[in-house]
């Protein structure tokens, strides 16, 4: 077990190693059980976490919040819109201040080929741990929770079959960043992974060579299909969810010809019928109810979502726990 995480940068998984990620999950296990049991887990005393939002949040904002609280520190919510940045103020200068103020940085900053950069310029400046609540590329946070729920689903997550799933969606051009951060990280837990989507939903070149070498070195298995029935046959976890055309189309334009040909790309009783029977259904929400996933589905016996969104409480805590303080 690695046990020296005091100040790490928290920006992608693929720069923490397995190990590193299975103490992350230890940790998470073990404070979801104190929580369980009301036992006060005050390893942040009057520390200061800086939220920072370029985008709106539901689970990230609040179970940063609610986290920080319960590790016994303090959390400010700042809506970059009434920062200075929106008068120009620099990443730079931003970073360098508020890590002499407090004792860690969380941004979301999904902006399309500018979000990663943001936290990256970020972290060369600050004095303490930046914490990704989502960028353009990675969404960390999610991956550690849905990482969590499987576990406590499945068990040993070997030779499981997940799929990764494009679904149709028309609320806002959502980030890749989700499905990015699961083939990257579900390969090297020897996860045969699946990723389903139609012709112009692309995700990365990188990306795609380096969750095969994942899979490589991994033990599991990455394949690229553009047959939704053959995502879901035999899988035993399925993820279907939107994500936008941005690596194709980097207009934030949210519906087009393309998407609208794709409609059918749902999650339906009848497409959860090729899974295997005891297959979860997950989703990282907010979901597109009816055009992404059927109610039936998302409200089925099958669905773990909501245990999936708790676990998004756990594991920021785990993380804030080990970057914030620690040895
Ligand atoms: N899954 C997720 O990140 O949810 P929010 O956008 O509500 O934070």
Redesign the pocket.
């Known amino acids: 077990m690695q046990t020296a995480f005091r100040g790490k940068h928290f920006i992608t998984l693929q720069e923490w190693t397995k190990e590193e990620i299975d103490t992350l999950l230890e940790v998470s296990f073990d404070l979801k059980k104190k929580f369980a049991m009301g036992q006060r887990t005050r390893y942040l005393e009057d520390q200061t976490v800086f939220l920072m939002f370029f985008?709106?949040?539901?689970?990230?904002?609040n179970s940063m919040e609610a986290g920080i609280t319960q590790l016994g520190g303090h959390a400010h919510y700042l809506d970059t819109s009434t920062m200075q940045i929106s008068h120009g103020e620099v990443p730079k200068d931003t970073a360098i201040i508020l890590s002499r103020y407090g004792h860690a940085i969380a941004c979301?900053n999904c902006f399309w080929e500018q979000g990663n950069k943001y936290l990256r310029e970020m972290a060369k400046w600050s004095r303490v741990p930046i914490i990704n609540?989502?960028c353009d590329l990675y969404?960390p946070?999610?991956g550690l929770a849905d990482l969590m729920t499987m576990q406590e689903k499945l068990g040993n997550l070997e030779r499981k079959k997940v799929s990764i799933i494009w679904a149709y969606a028309t609320t806002h051009k959502k980030p890749i960043s989700?499905p990015l951060t699961q083939a990257l990280l579900f390969p090297r837990y020897a996860m045969d992974v699946t990723l389903a989507y139609p012709e112009g939903y692309d995700l990365p070149d990188w990306a795609i060579t380096q969750a095969r070498a994942n899979a490589e070195a991994g033990g599991g298995t990455f394949t690229i299909t553009h047959d939704m029935d053959e995502a879901y046959r035999g899988a035993d976890v399925v993820i279907p969810k939107n994500w936008g055309s941005w690596v194709t189309n980097p207009s934030s334009q949210v519906v087009d010809d393309l998407l609208q040909s794709y409609k059918h790309w749902k999650c339906t009783e009848e497409k959860m019928q090729l899974a295997n029977k005891n297959c979860i259904y997950m989703h990282?929400?907010?979901a597109d109810r009816n055009n992404e996933v059927e109610d039936a589905v998302i409200d089925g016996p099958q669905s773990v979502v909501f245990d999936e969104?708790e676990n998004?409480l756990h594991t920021a805590k785990a993380v804030m726990a080990l970057t914030m303080g620690g040895r």
């Open positions: 985008e709106q949040s539901t689970r990230t904002r979301r609540m989502q969404h946070l999610q989700v990282a929400l907010p969104a998004r």
